[in-house]
């Protein structure tokens, strides 16, 4: 018979298991209607005025804490922002980072390798297309990504226009 | 009854604010003074200046004009991302200018990006007068 020590420690991994699981079973739902939370006020105005809100789904927390440790060096701009805006955003996105979806080390979401996977239908002519221009327009094609929804229904990739 | 008269005077205040939201007085005021600082000079901010300099580049691929047009009181798009922008002179868009914290954030970001350092007092003053000069 267990004694009431082992009791807990057996608790404490059904416990962690559970949550954990629940978690992936969480990843997945999103991952297959492709809609993903984005709902920080913060995270939306500071960011989302040069970019896509990106939901905090699509990178691990790693790769999102070092995204936010050089914002005055970001992707070629200076992206700077206020110390109390900085902090609450990093805790936004590092809570809501995706568990199953790993770092990417060039912390470009574009390079991750279930982006290519995604896209691997898209030509280079498309990219450039005036209506597209990088990657990093969501919008172009996925009409609903400034609410985090990436769902094919709401999919219209432009006609191919090279600029 | 009661005299209210304050109250709805208030509220008249209030409104009239907000229909017409205004570059903050004192950052102005602290534009102008900086400006002054740095050259004897200095006799006033200019739109015109502002202008010219708005469309011009500064040594950079960009200029302001790459990303928010050579039209601030229409819509432009970032040069990278694609994404559409608001249009910046307030005639346009009356929430533009009227947050010195906003302002500043924008210009520490944009000037680093546009001229490779930070704006000076005039600079910022120039093109402020330029935006607002705007009408629709």
Known sequence: ?????????????????ATVYIAMLVDTAQAADHRYPVDNATYQSECGSCHVAYPPALLGAGTWREIMRGLDRHFGT???????AQAQIKAYLEA???????EVPTLRISDAA???????????????SSAVGSPANCGACHRQADRGDFDERSLRVPAKEVR | MRFRMPGALAALLLLAGAAAAEVPADYLRSLDAAAHENA??????????GA????SRHGTDWSCATCHTDNP???????TTGRSIAPLAPAANPER?????????????????VLGRACTPAEKGDVIAYLTSLKR
Not at chain 2, 52 to 55: K, L, R, S
Not at chain 2, 74 to 79: D, E, I, L, T, V
């Open chain 1, 1 to 17: 018979m267990l004694d009431d020590r082992r009791r807990k420690w057996f608790d404490g991994i059904v416990w962690t298991a």
């Open chain 1, 78 to 84: 200076d992206a700077s922002i206020g110390e109390s």
């Open chain 1, 96 to 102: 809501g980072a995706g568990r199953s979806r790993g």
């Open chain 1, 114 to 128: 279930w982006f290519r996977k995604e896209h691997d239908g898209i030509t280079a002519a498309t990219w450039k």
């Open chain 2, 40 to 49: 004897a000079g200095f006799a006033g901010f200019s739109a015109a200046r």
């Open chain 2, 52 to 55: 010219a300099w708005f469309a």
């Open chain 2, 73 to 79: 009181l229409a819509g432009g798009r970032h040069a």
């Open chain 2, 97 to 113: 200018l009227s947050d010195t914290a906003k302002i500043e954030k924008w210009f520490k970001r944009n000037c680093t990006d």
